[in-house]
């Protein structure tokens, strides 16, 4: 059994604990309201079965019983969870999202062998004390986005981090799709995609300066049939997955698969492979029709297989330098009366946010695609920094933020020698947890086209499932109270209970097989001994 002050993301409102309290037990029922039913089946397939519970059917007036309503008059997502003892414990959601994060709630109070896969102590009841906790969310975008294209996750993997997504109040996985060294998704109208595109022959190991290699091939891509999977998994846990496929640049696995992409007239793109490399390479997509045709049935594939609202185009680190060159590019800005190369771009996404609208769905992508002014209806990820998520919210357009400087997972988490392959600033999970998303800058009008914020994990350095664990966690959990809690300014945030929180919360990541970094720094078996990083010096302040 855990204290109610020992939740993480922390509630709003946390009423009692009193003495008494209710325990789940073998006879105990389950009953569950219209439109609850998602939350149902989690708790009976996943806390069911870590503890060895039935969660039989029942009435709804049993005193033994654990009961899920959905109440309009309660905020959507928020929830009230309601235990009474000798009664039952009571879970109503603003809707059926906020029902299940209700039920996420109970998962942490009944400790961590809730968050098992089978009992480990079978037999016993588990008790949670008399309260009551009522609970909205801050942002209604909470995100985690993982990249697969550097360092391919197998499904299962991605199943997994759904969980984690959803143990912490998680509800929007970006899924970065393609890059530079491989595509991840399989599109039945152009097959080489994932033939040619989805593997390279080698893999640097470490920073791009290191002299490591990997020498042998490294690759794996999503059937459509996993993705559908994918996104239906994560619709059971109230997540959405929003797709990315990097256009202009960032494309030349596309172009290694498909040569025709490339700027033909500058480069012989028919000698290009899937990147080896890190870093941004020089090969990006012809502004042609063809390309355009092509990646219209790409896009149209894909909206077959994501029902999200949004769609992410990617749109950063275009290197302009074979537009320059090419006499097809010069001819494509001369007859569209462009400025110059950024204008180019900015036409090249404007293209995609028309063709996305006019099928009801909304482009996001990264905060490049403001250069050479922001498509019509675009929203941003504001990855450099809060300059242009702020200036697309004073432009009255949606951003969700994301600054490298905070929340890039990919940064080292100290700044000690033995921390692996030490990339980027020091960012540590007291430093996560003092983010602020909405910046100061921002005007009461315009500071709520912050519709929310996320953490990116990006993959170059991170070879392995367990490279991933160490780098996400445990700085994703202060994150996901960042995104969740209403939490006082930065510099009056109280790092010291969140770390008390923590103790416990660590003990809930165990459970749940997290390789983790610990408090104390890398265990032995985390160390890279060798492998060279790119640490930065001179990082801004948190604001």
């Known amino acids: 059994m855990t204290s109610p002050t020992e939740l993480i993301p922390a509630p709003r409102v946390i009423e009692g604990p009193g003495r008494c309290g209710f325990s789940l037990e073998e006879s105990t029922t389950l009953w569950a309201a219209p439109g609850t039913g998602s939350t149902e089946r989690w708790l009976r397939a996943t806390l069911g079965q870590a503890l060895g519970l039935p969660l039989r059917p029942g009435p709804e007036d049993a005193r033994n019983a654990l009961r899920l309503v959905v109440d309009a008059g309660l905020e959507p997502e928020g929830y009230r969870l309601t235990v009474v003892a000798d009664q039952g414990i009571e879970i109503r959601g603003g809707d059926a999202a906020g029902v299940f994060w209700g039920a996420q709630t109970l998962r942490q109070l009944l400790g961590p062998d809730a968050f098992r896969k089978a009992p480990v102590r079978p037999g016993i009841s588990y008790g949670v004390p008399h309260q009551t906790i009522a609970d909205a969310p801050r942002f209604r975008w909470r995100g985690l986005m993982l990249d697969v294209a550097r360092h391919f996750l197998p499904k299962d993997q991605v199943l997994r981090y759904l969980d984690l997504m959803a143990a912490h109040k998680l509800n929007v996985l970006h899924f970065h799709l393609t890059d530079d060294q491989g595509w991840r998704v399989e599109i039945k109208k152009y097959p080489r995609l994932t033939a040619a595109g989805s593997w390279r022959a080698r893999t640097k190991f470490g920073h791009r300066a290191s002299e490591l290699w990997e020498e042998k091939p490294h690759g794996g891509h999503y059937t459509q049939d996993d993705i ?12 959405t997955v929003v797709p990315e496929i990097d256009v202009p640049g960032h494309s030349q696995a596309a172009i290694a698969a498909y040569p025709e ?23 990006v997509l012809a502004p042609t029709d063809n390309t355009l045709r092509f990646y219209e049935g790409v896009f149209e594939e894909l909206l077959g297989l994501f029902p999200s609202e949004f769609i992410h185009v990617g749109g950063d680190e275009c290197p302009k330098d074979q537009w320059r060159r090419s006499p097809t590019a010069q001819a494509r800005i001369r007859e569209l009366g462009l400025a110059d190369e950024d204008e180019l771009q900015a036409w090249f996404i404007a293209h995609f946010d028309e063709w996305l609208s006019e099928r009801g769905r909304r482009l996001i992508g990264w905060d490049e695609i403001l250069e050479g002014g922001l498509a019509k209806g675009a929203a941003v990820s504001s990855w450099r920094g809060y300059a242009g998520g702020i200036a697309a919210a004073r432009a009255g357009h949606d951003v969700v933020m994301c600054p490298e400087q905070y929340v890039y997972l990919d940064h080292r988490q ?39 914020t996320q953490a990116n994990v990006w993959t170059e350095v991170m ?51 997290v390789g983790y970094r610990p408090p104390a720094g890398p265990l032995p078996w985390q160390r890279r001994p060798g492998v060279l990083g790119r640490p930065l010096e001179g990082a801004p302040p948190n604001r």
């Open 261 to 283: 992409l490339g700027n033909t007239d500058v480069i012989d793109t028919t000698s290009l492979t899937v990147w080896d490399n890190w870093g941004i390479s020089a090969n």
């Open 228 to 239: 559908r999977e994918i996104v239906a998994y994560a619709a059971e846990r109230h997540i």
């Open 463 to 513: 070879e392995s499932p367990a490279r991933v664990d160490y780098q996400t966690f445990p700085r994703l959990s202060a994150f996901a109270e960042v995104a969740w809690s209403r939490l006082p300014a930065p510099d009056q945030r109280d790092f010291a209970d969140f770390e008390r929180r923590m103790t416990a919360h660590y003990a809930r990541l165990d459970a749940l097989g």
């Open 414 to 452: 100290a700044a000690g020698e033995e921390e692996p392959v030490p990339i980027g600033y020091v960012r540590t999970l007291e430093d996560v947890y003092r983010f602020e998303p909405v910046p100061a800058d921002l005007t009461p009008e315009e500071a709520p086209h912050v519709i929310g």
